[in-house]
């Protein structure tokens, strides 16, 4: 399976980095493709909401960034990982830009080989999670209708814990 991670963290050695490393050692365990973007690391504008995409673009937006990259990997994706620290008690604003330049990939209907998503979040409070929720039920699961493979989630002393590494690769490892 062709797996697309997009990491929201700006912090290369951050909780939310280690969590996605663990998932992807073990998704690749299993033979599956796992492409993590760094989104903190890319040029990638908020929309514009010009409606480009769904006149003259058919489809395509007309900011041409490094949100290209995210495009191009998202046609091929057959499973989706969000991945973000909480900031503010949702998703960093660099991710929050990447999902709302799905607007003109994701209309009328999601990508064709989209089939499956989960979400990975790190916060310092085990009780900040429900805005990166409300977005990952109304966005993918109920927008998009894609499965529901899990939300993992460390707070606290529970961040870069081998206990949650291996609760990752072993999620990874089990997907079929």
Do not use: W
């Not at 890319?42 to 041409?64: D, F």
């Not at 330049?101 to 999601?110: K, N, Q």
């Not at 929720?133 to 081998?162: I, P, Q």
């Amino acid at each position: 399976m062709k797996i697309l991670v997009l990491n929201g963290s700006p912090h290369p050695q951050g909780s939310t980095k280690d969590m996605v490393n663990a998932f992807k050692k073990g998704a690749e365990s299993a033979g599956h493709i796992v492409d993590v973007v760094d989104v903190c690391k890319k040029k990638i504008g908020g929309c514009l909401a010009c409606e480009y995409c769904h006149s003259k673009g058919h489809g395509e937006c007309i900011q041409k960034d490094d949100m290209q990259e995210v495009y191009n990997l998202l046609k091929e994706a057959e499973m989706l990982v969000i991945a973000s620290p909480i900031y503010y008690h949702g998703i960093s604003g660099q991710l929050k830009c990447v999902i709302d330049r799905f607007y003109s990939a994701a209309y009328p209907r999601g990508p064709k080989n989209l089939k499956k998503v989960a979400m990975i979040l790190s916060s310092g409070d085990a009780n900040m999670y429900e805005g990166a929720l409300f977005s990952f039920k109304g966005d993918f699961l109920d927008y998009l209708g894609l499965e529901n493979m899990g939300v993992f989630t460390a707070h606290g002393s529970e961040n870069k814990s081998e206990k949650k590494r291996e609760e990752l690769r072993a999620f990874g490892a089990s997907l079929r």
